[in-house]
């Protein structure tokens, strides 16, 4: 049962254009939700993570929009440039016991052309 | 700090062989992980520890066994290795202070013949 389903699983996108990637969870427990940023070669790096208390977090050219009656969560990417070109991943997580384990969408490669 | 590293970088097995993924983490995470990536699934958590001497199973924990016996080190064994597990395989920590933040390493590439 994949808890964390993420599309699209590619995307092509032009320099300066907005990249959307989006993510759908089904456990309503979740109550953590991070988007991880991934280089060719490199382990996952966090890019940026949300709370369901709140709609939206923008951190410079990167938004996350929330949608907590939806059970949706989307990464936005304003002016995308050569270097964003990378495979994103959506996740989850919920509180409760020490180990708070994430849950991961399947990966999105973002390519962003010159 | 080195952060989290792993060892090999590489690695090609033959059906049945055993070895070891060493990870190493110099930050005093008290959590570590181990995930493996496949395409098209993401990441799936195998084995998690939340302290030395403590260990769990996670999402595909099959054919894989773990330990922790210092706070630092987190070594991911494969008994009996299998095609399948033909894998990019990942570890991770995280801290107290960092609440939520997983830091992972560079992985290690396995092929099982």
Redesign the interface.
């Known amino acids: 049962q994949q808890q964390v389903k993420q599309s699209p699983q590619s995307l092509i996108v032009q320099k300066g254009g907005i990249s959307i990637i989006n993510c759908a969870y089904e456990n309503t427990a979740f109550d953590y939700f991070p988007w991880y940023q991934q280089f060719p070669g490199k382990g996952p790096a966090l890019l940026i993570a949300i709370r369901p208390d709140v709609s939206e977090k923008k951190e410079g050219r990167f938004t996350i929009s929330f949608n907590k009656s939806a059970k949706q969560f989307s990464l936005h990417i304003m002016d995308s440039q050569p270097g964003d070109s990378a495979t994103y991943f959506c996740a989850a997580s919920k509180s409760g016991g020490s180990a708070r384990q994430l849950t991961f969408g399947s990966g999105t490669q973002l390519t962003v052309l010159p | 700090n080195a952060g ?1 590293t792993q060892t090999p970088k590489f690695q090609v097995l033959k059906t049945g062989q055993s070895m070891t993924l060493q990870c190493a983490q110099d930050m005093n995470h008290e ?1 570590m ?1 181990w ?1 493996r990536q496949d395409p ?6 195998i084995h ?1 520890s ?1 302290g030395a001497g403590i260990t ?1 199973q ?1 999402e595909v924990p099959n054919g894989y066994n773990v330990s922790r016996s210092t706070t630092e080190d987190f070594p991911l064994r494969l008994l009996s290795a299998a095609p399948s597990q033909t894998s990019v395989y ?1 570890c ?1 920590s ?1 801290g107290r202070r960092e609440r ?3 830091f ?4 290690t590439r396995l092929t099982v013949l």
């Open positions: 989290v959590y992980s995930y098209g699934m993401g990441l799936r958590l998690y939340v769990d996670g990942f991770a995280r939520n933040e997983q992972f390493g560079p992985g």
